[in-house]
């Protein structure tokens, strides 16, 4: 007989935790949660024109919900993006049409014992892991501190000027410190003195979120990324949290984060895709919905 009873409830996604919606109004973004506290967290946007939209991303309420949420709602006649945090194929039932197809992300379970989270490493990842640990790196744990001087930050903001690429803006990671204190923690191995290696989580409930990383050439040859996920894992275990978001896996683009992502034994889950939908127009593109979503 099974006793150990049913899963606990999944924690709530960032994009959908009240922490992320203080952070958002502290950047003078408007945000409405149609339905309630208990309601999906919109944001919302002005499109040229002034047209307005409104964004719900990785959201768990079945379709239905979110049709009679929004139906009652100021929202009611307001375009939508809706990125759904599981495969929802029944939005095409309330009119929605998808629009990009659906991203995978790689999720830790924190909750087993450190032994047997150890047991779980890839081999690689956990040679890597023993590698780091034989060179005298020291790992210090620290918030941003309202400060874009961190050594994090200026290695990302080059990394982005280099390779072309958008994360967050560093604004929202700021407020996402400064309005929830204790909440934004920065792992940083240094050897010497000198930083080698950064990355930042987000935490939010029972779940934390992998953000930004960056090493140095030094870092990379002393596995320091390796040891200081490790040690972040560790820690956010014994803080009560459950699970690991570790982002976004990509293996055309980004073979080898997403490896060294699945190397902690992190599994992949499929999101729901980005959809649009305007409720004016009721079940009208129902067709076009059908001809797509295959892809969903």
């Given at each position: 007989?099974?006793?150990?009873?049913?899963?606990?409830?999944?924690?709530?996604?960032?994009?959908?935790?009240?922490?992320?919606?203080?952070?958002?109004?502290?950047?003078?973004?408007?945000?409405?949660?149609?339905?309630?506290?208990?309601?999906?967290?919109?944001?919302?946007?002005?499109?040229?024109?002034?047209?307005?939209?409104?964004?719900?991303?990785?959201?768990?309420?079945?379709?239905?919900?979110?049709?009679?949420?929004?139906?009652?709602?100021?929202?009611?006649?307001?375009?939508?993006?809706?990125?759904?945090?599981?495969?929802?194929?029944?939005?095409?039932?309330?009119?929605a049409v998808p629009?990009?197809?659906?991203?995978?992300?790689?999720?830790?379970?924190?909750?087993?014992?450190?032994?047997?989270?150890?047991?779980?490493?890839?081999?690689?990842?956990?040679?890597?892991?023993?590698?780091?640990?034989?060179?005298?790196?020291?790992?210090?744990?620290?918030?941003?501190?309202?400060?874009?001087?961190?050594?994090?930050?200026?290695?990302?903001?080059?990394?982005?000027?280099?390779?072309?690429?958008?994360?967050?803006?560093?604004?929202?990671?700021?407020?996402?410190?400064?309005?929830?204190?204790?909440?934004?923690?920065?792992?940083?191995?240094?050897?010497?003195?000198?930083?080698?290696?950064?990355?930042?989580?987000?935490?939010?409930?029972?779940?934390?979120?992998?953000?930004?990383?960056?090493?140095?050439?030094?870092?990379?040859?002393?596995?320091?990324?390796?040891?200081?996920?490790?040690?972040?894992?560790?820690?956010?275990?014994?803080?009560?949290?459950?699970?690991?978001?570790?982002?976004?896996?990509?293996?055309?683009?980004?073979?080898?984060?997403?490896?060294?992502?699945?190397?902690?034994?992190?599994?992949?889950?499929?999101?729901?895709?980005?959809?649009?939908?305007?409720?004016?127009?009721?079940?009208?593109?129902?067709?076009?919905?059908?001809?797509?979503?295959?892809?969903m």
């Amino acid at each position: 007989m099974d006793d150990s009873g049913p899963p606990p409830p999944r924690p709530v996604p960032l994009q959908q935790h009240p922490q992320f919606a203080a952070a958002l109004a502290a950047c003078g973004q408007a945000t409405l949660r149609p339905g309630g506290p208990s309601g999906p967290l919109a944001m919302l946007r002005r499109l040229p024109g002034g047209l307005p939209l409104a964004m719900i991303s990785r959201a768990a309420h079945p379709a239905g919900d979110i049709r009679r949420i929004v139906m009652d709602s100021a929202l009611a006649r307001v375009p939508l993006l809706l990125g759904p945090d599981a495969p929802a194929p029944d939005l095409r039932e309330i009119g929605a049409v998808p629009l990009m197809t659906p991203a995978t992300v790689a999720e830790l379970d924190l909750r087993p014992e450190p032994e047997a989270l150890r047991a779980g490493l890839l081999p690689k990842w956990r040679n890597r892991l023993g590698h780091a640990e034989r060179q005298g790196l020291r790992v210090a744990r620290e918030g941003p501190d309202g400060s874009a001087r961190h050594w994090l930050f200026r290695a990302e903001a080059e990394m982005q000027a280099r390779r072309g690429y958008r994360t967050w803006p560093l604004a929202l990671i700021l407020a996402y410190g400064a309005v929830n204190p204790g909440q934004c923690v920065i792992f940083a191995a240094r050897e010497r003195g000198e930083t080698v290696a950064a990355m930042l989580f987000l935490r939010h409930g029972g779940a934390a979120t992998y953000q930004i990383g960056q090493t140095s050439a030094r870092g990379r040859a002393l596995s320091a990324h390796t040891l200081l996920l490790w040690e972040a894992m560790l820690w956010l275990r014994a803080e009560g949290h459950s699970r690991l978001d570790l982002g976004p896996i990509d293996m055309q683009r980004g073979a080898g984060l997403a490896r060294f992502k699945l190397g902690t034994g992190a599994e992949l889950r499929r999101l729901g895709g980005t959809w649009g939908w305007w409720p004016p127009l009721g079940r009208s593109l129902g067709p076009l919905a059908r001809l797509d979503l295959h892809r969903m």
